[in-house]
């Protein structure tokens, strides 16, 4: 038996089988916490996270064409009761925003005043840390929207 | 025509005391009991469950049910979030169009309560998109998106939500399986504290313990033997988007449209004739979408008609809506809420409702959601 020697994208002999959305695939899987350890050296069953920079590099390449970008708030949330990784955040106010070039994100809000948060609201998106793990992790940047 | 001829359920709640495979090995033997059926008259399994892998280590379910049973027939796991017991019910259903005399067991469970509010948050929201997560938003939080691009279209106040867990948590008072027993008010409701603004503490679901389980049948025999039956007319199933931004509306679940759409045009039932309905009511908001999106109230409307309570039992309404107290006060383990909303509809359609029993009720509905909206299932019972 012998294996193919070239991979062909399915994709790029079917163009029929890519999807319109304006969905960046990476944007589907889950987060950058890639190995969940059991950390017994401390409280017994705490579970330690570290951040996987393979992650972070598949997701990231996109961002810089988003920055600077422009967009007006379509939806947005303030949350109280956040997961594990974020609790130390809370309360956080998130937004669903549509870009003036028709393109949606979804991202918290940072930067603002109370008067900031309402639907149509004009927000700019930025460059911000987005995950901080344990000392020896990489730093994760990522994208934050802020009034304008 | 696939017949459902028993149900059982655990208590829903924080059962400290009991494991998911203490609950699992109830609900099967539970059922049985209740239908008078042998384990050697079960040809399949079709097992719904959302968080056991990613909460407690706990994968290859199928094998371990056959071990708590005793049994070596086929059995399989459906995930589709909390849509995991609908989909479960859906592809028993096909098992049986596509295998002529059989008699399948339906079961969903769920373990939440070992773990901290954090952890079952995180686990929860693997259900929605990575941005979405990477955005740190919970379940409650995308729902909150909805309720806040809802009540501002619209014009409804959080107050006409609050409607949603009184009517629910009464429900859950008149059901002794119930997680909350307790009546609430729309003061109190409106009072507690926000989780993800609009959603209150009173207008969201809890993490919950509980197995459900059904028998559905296509064999004449056991059909024939049972003293307690309904039809099962339309099991539909439909997806959407994972990412909310990508949807076509953020004030509809689009795939309950059509899962709704389809299940009527297959069952040949008249939306007017559904006497009882559950609907998937994690948050109060998606009640209201629920019973727009099906087609009984029209877009917008929701608000209003919710504060007129013309879906509380007891009402002169001709549609009585979450009779088990909903996801709101029965609780919700994710993956037996889909079974648990179709044991409802079978206890009400048989006459076996004792407190909660709607009178005459002919037709049934069971909707369940996965996430916020990108699977949706509808079920239609009649007897």
């Known amino acids: 038996m012998s294996f193919p020697r070239k991979r062909e994208s399915i994709l790029s002999s079917h163009p029929e089988l890519v999807s319109p959305s304006q969905t960046r695939f990476q944007d589907l899987d889950p987060g950058f916490y890639s190995l969940r350890l059991k950390d017994y050296s401390k409280s017994g069953m705490t579970k330690k996270h570290m951040i996987s920079p393979v992650k972070i590099w598949r997701r990231q390449k996109d961002i810089g064409k988003l920055l600077g ?36 994100i979804t991202a918290p809000i940072v930067d603002y005043e109370k008067g900031d948060l309402r639907i149509g609201s004009e927000v700019k998106v930025i460059l911000r840390k987005v995950r901080e793990g344990d000392k020896e992790d990489v730093l994760v940047y990522g994208v934050k929207l802020k009034p304008i | 025509m696939v017949s459902l001829i028993g149900y059982y359920t655990t208590q829903f709640g924080e059962l400290w005391d009991r494991s998911l495979s203490d609950l699992i090995k109830e609900a099967i033997f539970g059922v049985l009991r209740n239908t008078g059926l042998e384990k050697s008259q079960i040809d399949a399994i079709f097992f719904g469950n959302m968080l056991a892998g990613i909460l407690e280590n706990n994968l290859h379910s199928p094998s371990k049910i056959a071990e708590i049973m005793g049994v070596n027939i086929p059995i399989f796991r459906a995930e589709s979030a909390c849509a995991s017991g609908g989909v479960a ?10 295998n002529s005399n059989k008699t399948v067991l339906v079961i969903g469970a769920e373990k939440m309560t070992d773990y901290s509010p954090e952890e079952t948050t995180s686990a929860l929201a693997s259900a929605a998109s990575g941005e979405e997560q990477e955005a740190g938003l919970t379940f409650p939080g995308l729902y909150a998106m909805m309720a806040n691009y809802y009540l501002e ?8 939500l609050a409607y949603v867990s009184y009517k629910n948590h009464y429900h859950g008072s008149l059901n ?6 307790k009546i609430v008010s729309v003061e109190q409701v409106l009072k507690s504290p926000y989780v993800a603004y609009p959603l209150k503490v009173l207008d969201c679901c809890a ?55 389809k299940a009527f045009l297959n069952s040949k039932i008249n939306r007017k004739k559904i006497n009882v309905a559950e609907v998937h009511d994690c948050f109060s908001i998606a009640e209201v979408l629920a019973l727009e999106d099906l087609g009984f109230w029209k877009k917008g409307e929701g608000g209003k008609k919710t504060k007129e309570l013309s879906t509380i039992h007891g009402s002169n309404g001709d549609l009585i809506v979450n009779t088990s107290g909903g996801l709101k006060a029965a609780g919700h383990p994710v993956g037996a809420t889909g079974i648990k909303q179709i044991g409802e509809i079978y ?30 299932v509808v079920t239609i019972l009649g007897v």
């Open chain 1, 69 to 104: 970008k422009k967009g007006k708030i379509i939806t947005w949330t303030m949350i109280y009761v956040a997961g594990s990784e974020f609790k130390k955040f809370a309360p956080y106010p998130v937004a669903v925003i549509q870009l003036e070039e028709g393109k949606k």
């Open chain 2, 89 to 98: 019910f859906h592809l028993a259903k096909n098992y049986l169009e596509a």
């Open chain 2, 153 to 160: 279209k619209y014009d409804s106040t959080e107050e006409d």
């Open chain 2, 176 to 181: 002794e399986k119930a997680q909350f027993r």
């Open chain 2, 207 to 261: 993490a919950s313990d509980g197995a459900s389980a059904v028998i559905l049948t296509n064999h004449n025999a056991v059909k024939k033997k049972s003293k307690y039956s309904v039809n099962v007319l339309a099991s539909e199933v439909a997806t959407d988007t994972i990412s909310l931004k990508e949807r076509k509306r953020l004030d509809e679940v689009l795939a309950t449209k059509f899962a709704a759409d």
């Open chain 2, 347 to 376: 206890l009400q359609l048989t006459v076996q409702a004792t407190n909660r029993q709607v009178k005459n009720a002919r037709y049934g509905l069971a909707h369940n959601v996965g996430g916020s909206g990108g699977t949706a």
